[in-house]
C-alpha cells in the first residue's frame, strides 16, 4: 500500500486581506497545511482566515509579526517548522505603498526607508530564513515574491514603490541561480490592478489615473497563479517574474 505523503506547508507573508489572504485560502484549498502572517496590529483578521481554512477541514496557523525585522522573520520560521513541521513554500507578499504619494523631489528619505524596509528587506529576510530551512530539510521548495506592474516599469510619484518592487526581481534572480542545486524555485508575480485595500486608495486612484476603463481583477487571479507555481509540475519554472495586468503592459 502506498504511504500517504506529508502535507506540504506553506508561509504567506501579509495575509490578512487582499492578495496574501486570497493566496492563503487557495493554497489550503490545495491541500497545504497553511500558516498566515501579517502585523500583530491584524491578529483579529489573522484568526479569521485561520478559523476559515479550520472550518473546511484544513490545517492553519497565525504567525503575526513584521517581516521588516529579521527576528520576527526567524521567528516565525522557527514556529511554522516547531508547529506544522516543515517549511516548503514561502510565499514574501507583504508590501505596503506609502500614501499620499508624492513626487521624488518631495519624498522624504523616512518614507523612501518604510518602503524599502517592508518590501525590499521584508522579501530578502523571508527569502533568506525560508531558503536556510528548505536546505536543511533537503526536499525541495518554493519561494515566491510580490513584485508589481511598477516592477517592469517606473511611474510618476512611485520612485521608492517602483524601486523596491524592480530590486524584488534583482533579488529573485539571484536567489533562483543560487537555489536551484536545492531543487528550489524563486519566482515573483507582478500584478496590474488588483481590487484590494491597496489600490481603493483615492489618492492612489488620482495618481495612477485609475479609471473605469483600467484593467482590473480580484485578488483570486493572482492566487491561481502562486497556486500554479507551488504545484510540483512547475519546478522547470524559476528566476521569473509573471505578470497578470490584462495586458495593461506586455512582454
Ligand atoms: P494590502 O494593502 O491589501 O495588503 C497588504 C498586507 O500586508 C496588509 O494586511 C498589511 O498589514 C501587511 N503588511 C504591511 N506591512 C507589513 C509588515 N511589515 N509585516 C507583515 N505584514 C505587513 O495589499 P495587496 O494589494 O493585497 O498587496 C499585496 C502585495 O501585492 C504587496 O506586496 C503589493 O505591493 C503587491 N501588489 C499589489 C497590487 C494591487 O493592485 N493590489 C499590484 C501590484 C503589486
Not at 140 to 157: D, E, L, P
Not at 230 to 236: D, L
Amino acid at each position: 500500500m502506498e504511504q500517504a505523503q506529508p502535507s506540504r506547508v506553506a508561509v504567506i507573508t501579509g495575509a490578512a486581506q487582499g492578495i496574501g489572504r486570497s493566496i492563503a485560502l487557495r493554497l489550503a484549498e490545495d491541500g497545504l497545511d497553511v500558516a498566515v502572517n501579517d502585523l500583530a496590529s491584524k491578529i483579529n483578521e489573522l484568526t479569521e482566515v485561520v478559523s476559515q481554512i479550520q472550518a473546511r477541514g484544513g490545517r492553519a496557523l497565525a504567525v503575526p509579526g513584521d517581516v521588516s525585522l529579521e527576528g520576527d522573520v526567524e521567528a516565525m520560521v522557527a514556529t511554522v517548522v516547531q508547529c506544522l513541521g516543515g517549511l516548503d513554500v514561502m510565499v514574501a507578499n507583504a508590501g505596503i505603498l506609502v500614501s499620499p504619494l508624492k513626487p521624488l523631489v518631495e519624498t522624504s528619505s523616512e518614507s523612501w526607508d518604510a518602503t524599502i524596509s517592508v518590501n525590499l528587506r521584508g522579501a530578502m529576510l523571508c527569502y533568506k530564513y525560508a531558503a536556510m530551512e528548505m536546505i536543511k530539510q533537503g526536499r525541495g521548495g518554493r519561494i515566491i515574491g510580490a513584485s508589481s506592474i511598477c516592477g517592469k516599469q517606473g511611474m510618476s510619484w512611485l520612485s521608492a514603490y517602483s524601486a523596491s518592487k524592480f530590486a524584488i526581481r534583482g533579488l529573485t534572480h539571484s536567489a533562483a541561480a543560487e537555489l536551484a542545486q536545492h531543487n528550489i524555485t524563486v519566482n515573483t508575480y507582478s500584478p496590474g490592478c488588483i481590487e484590494t485595500t491597496m489600490t481603493a486608495n483615492p489618492d492612489v486612484e488620482k495618481t495612477l489615473n485609475l479609471t473605469a476603463d483600467t484593467p482590473r481583477a480580484k485578488p483570486e487571479v493572482i492566487a491561481s497563479l502562486v497556486s500554479y507555481l507551488v504545484k510540483p509540475e512547475a519546478y522547470f519554472i524559476t528566476g521569473q517574474t509573471i505578470m497578470a495586468n490584462g495586458g495593461s503592459t506586455m512582454d
